[in-house]
């Protein structure tokens, strides 16, 4: 496959092998290509399903967002093809699962761990700012980890082109930032919102806003009064109180300077992101596959009803 190229594909270029994670509308799937026997995670989405919840427009965005960017920790997207009833979306296949997988089993992240992913996802987001992209669905769960153990954000169905601001209430709730819930305008300050609340729960094992009613937790995201728990340094707590702040202009990474402000974090004066940036510093976890780890391995993802 060579990406950007009008090549037509078709689901006949593919062999389908296992369900790598579903969702509301499809699922993903590791395929093999008949051409060059290379695996790839194709996304399926069922026509139907995606008209029925209004999502048409975030899979078309999804799909121009992927194409006009390039960047170490974004999966890539090859192409797109669509036959009478799914749309067919053909991405990277990362072997190493979901970071919310390797949160789950640990409970927490040591804080060395968390600045690690912290980091390589700050430098993700710098990178989609400067495109005047607002990713707006950052949390463990849509951060995968490469056979290396460095990160590869996906899923970019709620990312949006915002030169200004937007209005659109999306995302995951337990991560909103107080001004989308509010639905008075918001921009890429936004992502930094969630990105507090992505070093949080790594460190704390939940997130500080977690409510089983969701009303309540948006209730409580406005509040914003945060119970740090103790094993929190002073320097991670300061860095969290200047991310998680209901007032938008003080919010770290609002000003011109944008994410180079967060970096220059003491939390962060520990980690060389000149060498993050060129994968050249060892990730803390090395994802574990099956003896001889072949190319096809999906022993770090959950199995699922075919």
């Not at 695996?39 to 999502?55: G, P, S, T, W």
């Not at 977690?210 to 860095?239: A, H, M, S, W």
């Not at 991310?243 to 944008?258: D, K």
Request: net charge positive; with cysteine.
């Amino acid at each position: 496959l060579q990406r950007r190229q009008s090549t037509v594909i078709e689901l006949s270029d593919f062999q389908l092998l296992r369900t790598l994670g579903t969702g509301s509308f499809g699922r993903v799937r590791l395929c093999r290509s008949i051409h060059n026997n290379r695996y790839y995670a194709v996304k399926i989405m069922n026509k139907a399903e995606l008209f029925y919840l209004k999502q048409m427009r975030h899979t078309n965005s999804e799909r121009q967002t992927l194409m006009q960017i390039v960047h170490p920790f974004i999966v890539n997207l090859w192409g797109t093809f669509q036959d009478t009833n799914y749309l067919y979306m053909v991405m990277d296949f990362i072997p190493g699962g979901e970071l919310f997988s390797m949160l789950k089993s640990k409970n927490c992240l040591k804080p060395h761990e968390a600045k690690f992913y912290a980091a390589e996802t700050l430098l993700t987001l710098g990178y989609l700012h400067s495109c005047n992209i607002v990713y707006r669905d950052l949390k463990p769960e849509n951060i995968l980890l490469d056979r290396e153990g460095h990160i590869k954000l996906t899923d970019f169905g709620f990312a949006k082109r915002v030169p200004d601001r937007t209005y659109t209430i999306c995302g995951t709730a337990d991560y909103l930032a107080p001004e989308v819930i509010r639905s008075n305008g918001y921009n890429k300050t936004a992502d930094y919102w969630a990105f507090g609340i992505f070093i949080f729960e790594m460190m704390a094992g939940y997130t500080p806003f977690q409510d089983e009613d969701t009303l309540r937790g948006y209730e409580k995201i406005l509040r914003c009064n945060i119970k740090y728990p103790l094993q929190f340094d002073k320097q991670v707590r300061d860095l969290l109180m200047r991310l998680l702040t209901t007032n938008i202009s003080s919010r770290l990474g609002s000003r011109a300077r944008g994410c180079l402000d967060i970096m220059e974090h003491p939390w962060f004066a520990t980690v060389d992101f000149e060498l993050l940036a060129h994968r050249k510093i060892q990730p803390p976890y090395i994802p574990k596959f099956k003896e001889g780890g072949k190319e096809d391995d999906t022993s770090c993802y959950d199995v699922y009803d075919e």
